[in-house]
């Protein structure tokens, strides 16, 4: 039975570098995949957000929106932290008009199959607020489960927004749902520094499930150099040392 190759990324948030790093980690563990799902928030924080939407618009199969995509296509940042919106301001006046025009009509979540024994369905946040909503790792199972219920029909449920890795095997309306966080690409907060993404191998046997995460290495003092160049905050170059 074909096994399909699925590279989740979220949160990358304008980092080019951690970005390469992750391709070049799946190309060098993985090989080819067959399919590339965007879970949202590919701009704000750093300093490459045209690079980076040029690179995922090519790559991606699946493109969901998150906040800070919302923020830099509308230039407004309202709700923020002083940093965050520092950043998402800057991010936008960045963007080309192509890239902007791009980022304000991406779906909020997507539903669909790759099989027709199953289905998958994409958000950066949680059913319930698809945008800006945490699903949290310590939130209770029950709530976990409730989100779920507010699904259709689905086998997986992939999102970020927390950037921290989660897999949760969890009830749904039609049986077991399993959610995956990959974690962030660009600005990982698990204490960990290194680029996070995860690889899902699925066939059309809904019992058939391997998990894979890729974590890699990039230079994060170059980047922090270059953010601090362009005037971003320090705070948001000096956590990427330390995955915080």
Not at 28 to 41: A, S
Not at 115 to 132: A, Q
Not at 169 to 188: C, F, L, M
Not at 219 to 228: G, K, P
Request: proline share 5%; with cysteine; hydrophobic share 40%.
């Amino acid at each position: 039975m074909p096994v399909k190759k699925i590279l989740l990324l979220a949160d990358i948030h304008s980092n080019i570098y951690a970005l390469n790093a992750i391709f070049d980690k799946v190309q060098e563990e993985i090989g080819k995949v067959d399919y590339t799902f965007g879970l949202g928030d590919y701009v704000g924080y750093s300093c490459y957000p045209n690079e980076v939407l040029d690179i995922c618009k090519k790559r991606m199969d699946i493109m969901v929106m998150g906040n800070h995509d919302l923020a830099a296509a509308l230039g407004n940042a309202d709700g923020f932290n002083r940093d965050a919106k520092t950043a998402a301001l800057w991010n936008s006046e960045q963007l080309t008009e192509e890239n902007r025009t791009f980022l304000s009509i991406l779906e909020t979540q997507h539903h669909f199959h790759i099989f027709e024994t199953y289905s998958f369905f994409v958000l950066h946040g949680t059913p319930v607020d698809p945008i800006n909503g945490y699903l949290r790792p310590e939130i209770p199972d029950e709530k976990k489960d409730d989100y779920l219920k507010m699904l259709p029909a689905t086998r997986f449920m992939f999102n970020g927004h927390t950037h921290i890795p989660m897999v949760y095997r969890g009830k749904g309306i039609a049986g077991e749902t399993i959610i995956i966080n990959p974690g962030s690409v660009g600005q990982p907060r698990d204490r960990d520094p290194r680029a996070s993404a995860a690889v899902l191998f699925v066939s059309e046997d809904p019992n058939y499930l391997e998990l894979k995460w890729i974590r890699a290495e990039y230079n994060i003092t170059d980047l922090a150099r270059e953010m601090r160049e362009k005037k971003l905050p320090h705070r948001l170059a000096e956590r990427l040392f330390f995955g915080e």
